[in-house]
């Protein structure tokens, strides 16, 4: 009889986790989504194709959750062109400001006003200071990206290669995380390759295709540049190309694949590493949910359904592995 009831009482209690699991499970996939709120995706200039990808998947998850949802930034690369925004959008009380930054320091003092003021911060791609954002998404971690992005040349250029990289702004944060990744792991795995310049193209194509061009020409035994910045690969593949060094110089960097696929195909970019822009935008309005709804802390775990399982680690969060764009999978994608 005893064995009995303590078999009764064990199945009792596996039911109880069991539906424990089960509802933690639920709570997670499904946030409270009973209030409207307003989300801002501020980017660090309108109208570059990474960015638009990111509201792609933005206005996707938006409609789902809820969110009305607002995408607005500077048209040029300006991080008080951001600080102007965001003061707009915390007069206009929004629940939640994402963003890429221009510059950690500069917008600092803006998002910490706002958070002053009840709105939550969700940073993305680009981080901000980190007393200035509650949760930042990283896109993938810098070195996997670092290696990437060395890997994607050195197999054509050799492992002597005189390398170049142009990059956006020099305040850039998360180019800057990138550069100095490359940089690490060239000296680690190919102490022979040398980078002989650094130069900067504002995350403009018509500016870095003429820095693309000043490199090309300043230095004739580069044989590869490494961009990354989605305007700086574009910019350096149109440098190649017009100065008819395809074959002899090749590129890589962040770029989606609409922007470079005639590169990728002319083999001017062997591979390209990235990630999945447009989910990466899903993601940061799942957070920004989360965040406005005060339902993530920071060191969690969550699961956002159709995008997969995630760690939060002292408020940060990586979004992926990165996702390599080469001649044979680059037109299974469309963004």
């Not at 990474?50 to 969110?67: D, P, R, T």
Request: with cysteine; aromatic share 8%.
């Amino acid at each position: 009889m005893i064995t009995k009831r303590r078999g009764i009482a064990l199945a009792a209690a596996i039911a109880l986790l069991t539906l424990g699991s089960a509802a933690t499970a639920q709570a997670q996939q499904a946030p409270d989504i009973s209030k409207k709120i307003k989300v801002a995706m501020v980017p660090k200039l309108v109208g570059l194709s990474v960015f638009k990808a990111n509201q792609q998947g933005a206005e996707q998850a938006a409609k789902s959750l809820n969110i009305d949802f607002l995408y607005t930034g500077p048209v040029t690369a300006s991080a008080q062109g951001q600080v102007d925004v965001f003061n707009s959008l915390i007069a206009r009380k929004f629940d939640v400001i994402t963003t890429t930054s221009n510059n950690p320091t500069q917008l600092a003092p803006a998002l910490r006003r706002a958070m002053q003021q009840g709105i939550k911060v969700v940073s993305y791609d680009s981080d901000v200071a980190a007393d200035a954002r509650d949760f930042f998404i990283q896109n993938t971690s810098y070195p996997a990206f670092g290696k990437a992005l060395v890997e994607s040349v050195a197999k054509y250029a050799g492992p002597t290669a005189e390398i170049a990289i142009l990059s956006s702004t020099k305040d850039a944060t998360i180019q800057n995380e990138w550069i100095k990744a490359v940089k690490d792991y060239i000296v680690a795995t190919y102490p022979k390759m040398k980078i002989v310049t650094t130069e900067y193209g504002q995350s403009s194509p018509s500016q870095s295709l003429t820095a693309g061009l000043n490199i090309l020409q300043a230095h004739p035994n580069v044989t590869a540049i490494i961009a990354p910045d989605g305007a700086a690969e574009v910019g350096a593949a149109a440098a190649v190309e017009k100065l008819g060094k395809t074959g002899k110089v090749f590129v890589t960097g962040c770029a989606d694949p609409d922007a470079i696929r005639q590169y990728v195909k002319s083999g001017i970019i062997k591979a390209s590493p990235l990630w999945d822009e447009v989910k990466e935008g899903q993601l940061v309005m799942y957070v920004a949910r989360l965040a406005a709804n005060n339902a993530l802390k920071p060191n969690d775990h969550f699961t956002a359904p159709g995008l997969g399982s995630f760690d939060v680690k002292d408020k940060v969060i990586i979004f992926s592995e990165p996702l390599v764009f080469t001649a044979d999978n680059i037109d299974q994608y469309k963004f």
